[in-house]
């Protein structure tokens, strides 16, 4: 069972592996990468951020959308950590289970408008999640657990 899908350019780190793996009582947390998948010295460093009673997997988002559509992933409890915008909606568009999205912390970059603290979004990642959030998926802003829901379309000037 898919619990959530977290937007996090920092991927796995204390408030993801802990706070929110425990909010979502998650014993698997799936690292949706296609350049984390191939990097080892980046797999050792966030395999020390983990729970100790938490599976930690790494699959490009190809082979992700696999993996949840076989079933090999519903005898866990899922949580689902992308780096971006565009591979969450590219995740969510593939996969229907996917109905709730976190965007947590997206870097500042070029051509970014802040729209909450530390999230950063381009026009295009605007698109994308306004039509994820007409597709009926939640898009909610908000980085730790006890933190109030913002619904995404809500911060939108």
Known sequence: MIKMTRIDYRLLHGQVAFA?????????????????VNDSFRK????LAKPNDTKLI???IEDSIKA???GVTDKYSVFIVVENVHDAYRLTKAVPEINKVNLGLSAKRENTENIAKAVYVTETE???LNELVGSGVEVLVKQAPNDANVEFRSLLK
């Open 20 to 36: 929110w793996t425990k909010n979502l009582s998650a014993n698997a947390i799936l690292i949706a990468n296609d350049d984390v």
């Open 44 to 47: 050792q460093t966030l395999n």
């Open 58 to 60: 790494f699959k490009s």
């Open 68 to 70: 949840i559509k076989s």
């Open 126 to 128: 605007i698109k994308e």
